[in-house]
T-cell receptor
């Protein structure tokens, strides 16, 4: 069954601290993996996209890693800011086979406090 | 990127009524997608709106409950019919762009059914 599991479900950290969010998937055949940030009351916005051959990709203070062998990805946030408070959603794309190609995780709710 | 405008941004509705959500994209796209995001859940694809043909619905969603219009390449509507409290959710419009088919989302329409 194609699934994306994210952990933790929610996380509270102090401003300035680092944190790492996890994403495990059982989706196949794998095409790519994306991390989205969804602010409260807003639509998701893409942070990174990684294909099978990529191990790491950065976008400012956000760094995503991908281990295609273990089917795990992480999103590391450095020097967190209050504006990082949001839900972070991991999305895995299957090579299109006529079925729904995108499999969404439930997200990790991050709260950054002063 | 893509600029996607949705309205209403939020609404509170009575049981048994219907609500139509509008989605406007800043440029022409072949396919537009409608997602539902229930509290604490991942995004679920309702249907793909194709211009010039009927929408393609995912398992568990039917046209009578979620009729969709796609009159041109920049606009679509989703109607939530005969609403019940279980329909309380965020409804998101989305388009895919670029070589990787990255998804861009509207701001979402938060629906509460009393």
């Amino acid at each position: 069954k194609n699934q994306v599991e994210q952990s933790p479900q929610s996380l509270i950290i102090l401003e300035g601290k680092n944190c790492t969010l996890q994403c495990n998937y059982t989706v196949s055949p794998f095409s790519n993996l994306r991390w989205y940030k969804q602010d409260t009351g807003r639509g998701p916005v893409s942070l990174t996209i990684m294909t099978f051959s990529e191990n790491t990709k950065s976008n400012g203070r956000y760094t995503a890693t991908l281990d295609a062998d273990t089917k795990q990805s992480s999103l590391h946030i450095t020097a967190s800011q209050l504006s990082d408070s949001a839900s972070y959603i991991c999305v895995v794309t299957r090579i299109f086979s006529g079925n729904t190609p995108l499999v969404f995780g439930k997200g990790t709710r991050l709260s950054v406090i002063a | 990127s893509a600029v996607i405008s949705q309205k209403p941004s939020r609404d509170i509705c009575q049981r048994g009524t219907s609500l139509t959500i509008q989605c406007q994209v800043d440029s022409q796209v072949t396919m537009m997608f409608w997602y539902r995001q229930q509290p604490g859940q991942s995004l679920t694809l309702i249907a793909t709106a194709n211009q010039g043909s009927e929408a393609t619905y995912e398992s568990g969603f039917v046209i009578d409950k979620f009729p969709i219009s796609r009159p041109n390449l920049t606009f679509s509507t989703l109607t939530v019919s005969n609403m019940s409290p279980e329909d309380s959710s965020i409804y998101l419009c989305s388009v895919a762009r670029g070589d990787t088919g990255e998804l861009f989302f509207g701001e979402g329409s938060r629906l509460t059914v009393l």
